[in-house]
């Protein structure tokens, strides 16, 4: 039976996930001056004349450096900034679809080295995590706009076919595996570029509802058509098209009180299971 990839491609950190068969999962470890790490740093160091260094090593290479070189983070926060579409970095051009598969690269590359997976491959298919609205995006087609981008630099990575799933689901879903009653939960993910406020429905129900059997390309089979379909999106995905995130610094402390009011008087006229 195949195993599961999960990439979180975070603004600050990233990491990857393996999950197994048997339902036990690890994290890739990446390589650190200090040791091994779960926490990837997403950044980009770069010095004249060398190849750009990735994570936690590129970190401690611009701490060592007496002449500093460029230190390029938060790129994530980019993705859906049509003023951002490249930088000259010593002389060369780079897209930022550029840069972030310098990151995606390195990530695949030390997951491969350490699970002996091929990840996108049919033996290990690929989730990557996305936030429910983009930092910088005002509307749907920004958000687009950031996921195609983000899709062009996961393939140029090398990474294989992904299947994207909404940062927030990713948390509930962590929870709701360790519950045997049902809840109606608010998942709050702070991360370094959004803040996601969700309110789903996590529990037995919820989990007999979209699992029909072990097989894993089962369930995969049934996320696509989640995805295509509203009625059954807002079942299978419970009440993520309530998310909402909180883009706007200035209204951070609102969003909150303000998504849990909206999603609740959303969620009254969500079919029922
Ligand atoms: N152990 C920690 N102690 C203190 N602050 C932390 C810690 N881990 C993360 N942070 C801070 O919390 C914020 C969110 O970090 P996180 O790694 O969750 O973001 P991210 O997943 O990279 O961002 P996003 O999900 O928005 O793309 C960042 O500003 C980060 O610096
Ligand atoms: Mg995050």
């Given amino acids: 039976m195949r195993v599961g990839i999960g990439l979180d491609f975070g603004t600050t950190n990233s990491s990857i996930a393996i999950a197994r068969p048997d339902r036990s999962s690890e994290a890739v470890l990446f390589a650190s001056g200090e040791g091994k790490t779960e926490t990837y740093r997403s950044v980009l160091y770069f010095e004249p004349k060398s190849p750009a260094t990735t994570g936690p090593l590129a970190i401690e290479r611009y701490l060592a450096a007496d002449e500093k070189g460029r230190l390029i983070q938060s790129l994530k926060s980019f993705l859906a900034s049509r003023l951002f579409t490249s930088t000259n970095v010593f002389g060369r051009q780079y897209t930022l679809e550029d840069l972030i598969t310098i990151i995606l690269r390195d990530l695949r590359t030390q997951a491969e080295a350490q699970s002996g997976l091929m990840a996108g491959s049919s033996d290990a298919p690929i989730v990557v995590g996305r936030p429910v609205r983009y930092s910088n995006a005002n509307s749907a087609e920004d958000n687009e706009f950031a996921l195609s981008r983000l899709k062009k630099a996961i393939e140029k990575a090398g990474i294989g076919p992904v299947v994207f799933e909404f940062e927030p689901v990713a948390a509930a879903y962590f929870y709701e595996s360790t519950l045997d009653h049902d809840e109606l939960i608010m998942i709050g993910d702070f991360g370094g570029g959004t803040s996601d406020f969700s309110l789903l429905r996590v529990g037995p129900s919820a989990r007999r509802d979209r699992e029909p059997d072990t097989?894993?390309?089962?369930?995969?089979?049934?996320?696509?058509?989640?995805?295509?379909?509203?009625?059954?999106?807002?079942?299978?995905?419970?009440?993520?098209?309530?998310?909402?995130s909180c883009r706007d610094r200035r209204w951070e402390h609102?969003?909150?009180?303000?998504?849990?009011?909206?999603?609740?008087?959303d969620s009254a006229r969500a079919p029922s299971r």
């Avoid at 089979?221 to 999106?233: E, F």
């Avoid at 609102?254 to 008087?265: E, G, I, T």
């Fill in 215 to 244: 097989e894993l390309h089962r369930q995969w089979q049934r996320q696509t058509r989640a995805r295509t379909d509203p009625t059954r999106r807002l079942q299978f995905s419970l009440e993520q098209t309530l998310s909402r």
């Fill in 254 to 265: 609102r969003c909150p009180r303000r998504s849990l009011r909206l999603s609740l008087r």
